[in-house]
């Protein structure tokens, strides 16, 4: 198709401004599928001009082979055309937010925070008279503090994360822009303190950020749903446990693993939603949380609760639910597969049944179901980890055990170098921003 000819579409979309107005059939599955590391822009920036940007064969394209290299090349080319003649314009900016969203999925960090740069600059420089997003400035700073923690930068991160929380009076209980966007920035800071912790005096401390965007959203409840409130609960669970493992590792001092548990417990009660009230995006959203929560209630009984007698039945069943979010219709994807498929494979190693264990094992390594990313990165290497150790117990597999910890400390060798060492847990934190609980 020429140039000429895609010109022509997208001026023709422009003039008539058809939207159709005839009511949709819900889809199976949110539009650019549903994952953790999304930075939330489809439903701010994407949606509301939807119909009008997929009349450019590219954008179609793009949307059916999401997230792929040739969507790289597609979006590149469609932000060309919309920047041709409305640079800035609301079809342009959505362009770009899902090249972003692309290129972050596919772990091309570098190129997504430059994507968002432009998006911003494009923005700022349009003579365009529309209006941008709402909270447009929030969303972007909340997208490139998560790709910044993503890559390691958590000093940067926390720094964005600063902006948005600078606008909260705590004395007052005002803000500018909205409970969901101060309650991502909390949650944004708490996770880049957590990764920098590096002495006793940041390990006591640390917590205390995640606690904090708790009782924030105790307070200003979200509308609509209590998933945000499962994440923080979730992400506070999580950081009890690294608090835990970090004390112990470095101070030879035993930590009950009860409080993390006890979060871990409370963010599971919160998942719940209305499925035939909600969107595809909401149900997603709901699915992995708790399929994420269930797996590392399981990792948690499983691996620190060994003085109780039911713990492997009690890790077991967490387990069980977790996998069942990841059947063929699931609409959760696969991005934490490898995880739960391990944990499961631990159950079965701790209960003697070592050949079941290393088929579960098998799936876990599977590279083909696993999306790129730092911290699916970290939860495959433990799980290379824990088939090397079930190998070792076995006659004449010693061999094989050596070769699956090389490929462990080659995953390890490739994550960006701030997050060297990090356990598979850390695979779990969610940087999570409003726009994907909408």
Known sequence: ????FIIVIVI??????????????????????????????EHTFIRPVLSSIRQLPE????IDQFPSISTVDNLKRASDVFASFDKGGREHLAVQAMLAECQQRLALYEEAVTTIEKLRHSSITSENKVAPPTYFEENTILALAKIKWTMGDFHESEKLCEEIISTYNDLEETFSSTNLHIASAMTGKALSQLLKMNS?????SVRDFFR??????????????????????????????????????????????????????QGLQKTAVSESSSNIQIIAASRALEASIQSNLAWGVLNYEKEKSDRLSKASDYAKKSLEFY????????????????????CYHQADSAVTAEGLFKSAINKKNIPPGTLTSLQLRDAYHGYSNLCKQW??????????????????????????????????LWFWTPGEFS
Do not use: C
């Open 1 to 4: 198709m020429s140039f000429f």
């Open 12 to 41: 023709s979309a422009f003039t008539t401004r058809t939207f159709s107005s005839t009511p949709t059939k819900e889809p199976s599955k949110p539009l650019l599928g549903f994952s953790t590391s999304s930075l939330g822009f």
């Open 59 to 62: 954008v179609e394209a793009a």
């Open 200 to 204: 006793l005096d940041d390990a006591y």
């Open 212 to 265: 904090v965007s708790i009782k924030f959203l105790e307070r200003h409840l979200p509308l609509g749903n209590t998933l945000p409130q499962a994440a923080v609960l979730s992400n506070g669970g999580l950081a009890e446990a690294i608090y835990k493992i970090y004390l112990e590792e470095t101070n030879d001092v035993s930590v009950p693993i009860s409080p993390a548990l006890r979060f871990l417990f």
């Open 327 to 346: 059947d063929a219709e699931s609409i959760i994807g696969k991005e934490h597969l490898s995880w739960v498929l391990s944990v499961v494979a631990s």
């Open 395 to 428: 006659d004449n597999r010693d061999k094989d055990a050596q070769q699956l910890k090389e490929e462990a400390e080659i995953i390890e060798s490739k994550l960006p170098p701030n997050w060297h060492g990090k356990s598979g847990i850390h695979g779990s």
